[in-house]
């Protein structure tokens, strides 16, 4: 991991030196209380605190419906977090009301701006090209949530696209999002999915469609770019404080709130991250227009979970160079959360060498905050409950052995996480071309099993709460996307909802998505375009 040393001088340190002729001193599951009312949309309580922010953190927009608007999926988990009874999603005009075409007292409709380094460049001018944030609802125990509709049409940001999204990308996200909920994973919600006859253009005509997407924040590590390049140090210092009073009010008693605020970014981001590796998903454009400023994954595209584990993963198509690869990520997310500390320095500190020495010295926990994360995550896949040494080899040489014999990641842990019994170790070593690898990992494995006070049973029971029996395949989400365009036929979707956002359970009647991906699944590419 030199890359972490090498990113904290060329990363931070170039880009302070370039910048110093300007003058520059320079984020869980929430569950629906018992006693939560169950509301009609009108009786939701809105509120618009972003909106109150300055002009140029945003540019007021409505949305421009599709024709011929209607529901398609409807996910009563996430109405469940605002309260909202699911009969309200049986509404006639409710699709009107998710699209924005219909306003209800309160909305107050925006398009956020932001900027970001796309792949590594600095573009100036980002924002939500296709997404429009309708109101912030402020729930009975105080939460407040971004209702953001997606796909609503073109922006001031739009740069020439057409700000819609299409059905395909839609159920993408969709799933996705609940899908990492369901692995107990931070992320941005969807309460539902919005069809249409309306024709997009992209590579072919597609239909478009509408996500409403949920998330206490959609403020990007972008968003501090924006006001940073732009020189708009008043206006920095007031979206770090927007961000503090919105969601760490507690900072505010502290001495350097701002320091506080780029400490958490970067250890939940490492966390995050962390996360991901161990379940093995992709992003696919970790842009920091792409990143969550509550360390929320977010913006999900041309994503992909691991089917057979492969450390160099490149999930989308269109990442040439594989900048996103799946080995990749963590030092990404280093890089990612510099960008920030680097926007954030003219809040640090008067003096511009303290500033860069505070957030240096943040940026350099970074990699423990990962390891640490990671090693425990690992460990408990294992079913590994004390701290060994030598468990950091033995995870790196089970990952290793896996990845040269194309092991399958997800069965593969599902499959340790058995209780014990005689075809036990022959189901593993199945996974396996070369035997002897696996023969002498699993030695290795049942010795350091030994060195632990948990009886079999019980470990094998924790294992599989932590070991999902199923994640969101590419060819899954696939089977979905072709039912729903070619022949209207959404019950899949919901199937596989219910499905990934319980994913440790066995679900017997499914048990079909748990095997290997079909043939036909290698030939799925996923791209940008969306
Ligand atoms: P993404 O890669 O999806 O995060 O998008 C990067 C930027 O392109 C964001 O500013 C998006 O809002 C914008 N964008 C993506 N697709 C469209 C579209 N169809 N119309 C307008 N803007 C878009
Ligand atoms: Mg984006």
Redesign the pocket.
Known sequence: MNFFIKALISGLAQKWIKHTHINIWLIKSISCPQWMHEKKLEELKFENSYSQLPDIFYSRHTTSPLSNQHLISFNTAAAELIGIDPEESKRKDFPDIISGAKHLEGFDPLAMC?SGH?FGHYVPR??????ILLAEVKTDSGDKWDLQVK?GG??L???G?????VLRSTIREYLCSEAMHGLGIATTRALCIIGSDHEVYREQIETGALLLRMSPSHVRFGSFEYMYYNQRFDDLKQLADYVIEQHHADFKELDEPYLALLKLVIKSTAELIAQWQSVGFAHG?M?T??MSILGLTL?Y?PYGFLDQYNRDFICNHSDHEGRYAFNKQPDIGLFNVSCLAQALLPLLDDDPDRAVEKAKNELQKYQQYYVDSYSSLMRNKLGLYEDKIEDKALVSQLLNIMHDNHVDYTMLFRQLSQAPSDEYENNIRDLFINREACDLWLHKYKQRITEENTDAIERSKLMKQVNPKYILRNYMVEIAIRKASDNQDYSEIDVLLNLLQNPFEEHDDLTHYAGHPPEWAQQISVS?S?
Do not use: E, I, K
Request: net charge negative.
């Open positions: 932001y796309q980002l924002g939500d090209g296709r997404a796909g073109p922006t940001y739009s740069r696209s057409d700000g819609r999204a454009v842009n227009d792409n913006d595209g940008c969306s």
